[in-house]
């Protein structure tokens, strides 16, 4: 069972800069699959980024591209998503997630695991 405790969230500025991580354990993170969701009151859970096991394949949210790169540290378990000029509508909440098979999806329902999620604030 994997299990997946990201971090990083707060409160910013538009135009600033900001980097949630996501620790991965109970696994073999290497050879997951790794994304970024996120979910905003009253909106549905949408795709933001994804990496494959290797880190040689990125997907993107068209609101993403740009402006938010996702990387991974196999050695240390970790995904990453590097956000900047960040704009109020990137708040959400932001959401971990991994799935065992090798493609890119950019659907919620394919991802098998979660994180508890990390609040993103960016005030005008």
């Known amino acids: 069972q994997v299990q997946l405790v990201e971090s990083g969230g707060g409160l910013v500025q538009a135009g600033d800069s900001l980097r949630l991580s996501c620790a991965a354990s109970?696994?073999?993170?290497?050879?997951?699959?790794m994304a970024w969701f996120r979910q905003a009151p009253g909106k549905e859970r949408e795709f933001v980024a994804g990496?494959?096991?290797?880190?040689?394949?990125?997907d993107y949210s068209d609101s993403a591209k740009g402006r938010f790169t996702i990387s991974r540290d196999n050695a240390k378990n970790t995904v990453f998503l590097q956000m900047s000029a960040m704009k109020p509508e990137d708040t959400a909440v932001y959401y971990c997630?991994?799935?065992?098979?090798?493609?890119?999806?950019?659907?919620?329902?394919?991802?098998?695991?979660w994180g508890q999620g990390t609040q993103v604030t960016v005030s005008s």
């Open positions: 990496i494959s096991w290797s880190g040689g394949s990125t």
């Open positions: 997630a991994a799935k065992s098979r090798s493609y890119l999806a950019t659907s919620y329902t394919l991802y098998n695991y």
């Open positions: 109970g696994g073999t993170f290497g050879s997951l699959t």
